[in-house]
């Protein structure tokens, strides 16, 4: 479709609502809004209400070259329509819009007028100076190099970037989703009234406020990273426990301090902890009577070999204690092997508060006994799961961790709705076994 001189971009005729076509009449009398007439109607001498056939006029056309005498002003808009509308280097395209130009007419005037212009190229380099100053301090802006992410509408990407779509910059459901529903019914018209005219503003300015928030929201969320959640937790992890705590604290008020200074206040917080822990260190050589690194490294590994004793003479006197007991035995054993393996424990010791563990499971005659393996089998039994919920858990854990390549702790729980500690057991479990790999 040609898009020069098209008749529905001008407003309707005041005196015969007919689409206006160039040259038309613009009263410099009237207004606002603008008052416009076809020649037929100016030639009529068509009055209405304060407009007199007496008024001053202006012709409105734009058949005149700006940049080059064989294009008109009109077609150097359309140009630039053609071009944000097709994209840059898609000329054919571009010539098809015009209609009244050549794919190579339209490529050589636009590079000529509009990207090698030494006035337009001054001007951009200043502009662009002035944006270069402006953000010399602040986050480095993030530029795409390769095709945007296109995720699919509530697969677990899109779930995991809250709904955003990267390829047009939005989100599925924005924040006040419905809020353009309050103006779809509303029409400005010459013959409002008063009232009626300030009410239908105040809805237009009820929804602009919207539209600023939502702005506001989106802003928030780009500038600090938050789009890609688990990305953001990643970082997050990076700290201690007690930089995390903070971070967890101050979370809250980074929209107030901006992302650079939100996180160098963590930074520096971190270095903070970094110093105080290396002078608790240096602290405690001092009080052991230690004046050179050599001596601390002999202190650090005789510390760590004390600790190991003191953890395997605690574990003994475990066993010792419930040497009557053969299932805290089995326990201690299990325990010990995983310790040994470099696996966290996946089975608790019995404690001494005289609370009895609940027995074994009997799996004789459960539906699905016969799909389990010994170890399986075993795992079931001791944390009570039934081998079909036991099969189900698995088959989820399974799928989701092929499609992520790994799997958390935290991702199995979200997925099994059951008590965390067995979540726990059957999440060690199958990373001890190889069927599924941590992230």
Not at 360 to 380: I, V
Request: net charge neutral.
């Amino acid at each position: 479709m040609c898009c020069i001189d098209d008749p529905s971009d001008k407003p309707p005729c005041r005196g015969c609502s007919s689409y206006l076509m160039e040259p038309y009449i613009k009263c410099a009398e009237c207004g606002p809004p603008p008052f416009f007439l076809c020649l037929q109607c100016f030639t009529r001498g068509f009055e209405y209400k304060k407009h007199q056939s007496d008024h001053t006029y202006e012709i409105m056309t734009s058949d005149f070259p700006v940049l080059d005498p064989s294009w008109t002003a009109q077609e150097e808009m359309a140009l630039l329509e053609a071009v944000m509308d097709c994209g840059f280097g898609n000329w054919q395209d571009v010539a098809n819009q015009m209609c009244t130009k050549t794919k190579e007419e339209c490529e050589k005037h636009y590079m000529k007028h509009f990207i090698n212009n030494p006035l337009f190229a001054s001007t951009l380099l200043n502009l662009k100076q002035a944006e270069e100053a402006k953000t010399a301090d602040t986050a480095i802006p993030f530029l795409s190099t390769d095709d945007p992410p296109r995720p699919t509408f509530d697969s677990l990407l899109s779930r995991d970037m809250a709904g955003y779509m990267p390829a047009r910059a939005d989100f599925i459901e924005e924040f006040d989703n419905y809020a353009e529903w309050d103006l779809r019914d509303i029409d400005f018209v010459e013959d409002d009234s008063d009232i009626l005219h300030a009410l239908k503003m105040a809805v237009v300015d009820i929804y602009h406020s919207r539209l600023k928030e939502r702005q506001r929201r989106k802003k928030i969320i780009r500038d600090h990273g938050l789009i890609n959640l688990r990305k953001f937790q990643l970082m997050e992890r990076r700290y201690p426990k007690e930089v995390q705590d903070l971070y967890e604290t101050m979370r809250r008020f980074a929209r107030i301090v901006g992302p650079v200074e939100h996180d160098k206040f963590i930074e520096s917080h971190a270095l903070e902890f970094e110093l105080r822990r290396e002078i608790k260190r240096l602290q405690e050589y001092r009080t052991a009577g230690i004046t050179n690194f050599c001596s601390a490294r002999t202190y650090d590994h005789l510390k760590k070999t004390r600790e190991e004793e003191r953890l395997k003479r605690t574990m003994l006197s475990e066993v010792l204690q419930y040497i009557q007991d053969s299932s805290a035995c089995q326990q201690w054993l299990r325990r010990q092997a995983d310790i040994d393996s470099g696996l966290s424990p996946s089975i608790p010791m019995a404690s001494n508060s005289g609370r009895r563990s609940a027995p074994p499971l009997n799996l004789t005659g459960l539906p699905g006994t016969e799909k389990l393996n010994e170890k399986e089998k075993e795992l079931c039994q001791m944390v009570r799961l039934v081998p079909g919920a036991y099969l189900e858990y698995k088959s989820a854990l399974l799928n989701e961790c092929n499609k992520q390549g790994g799997l958390r702790l935290a991702q199995a729980r979200a997925l099994i709705k059951i008590d965390v500690n067995k979540t726990r057991k059957i999440y060690d479990f199958l990373i001890r076994e190889g069927y599924i790999t941590k992230a």
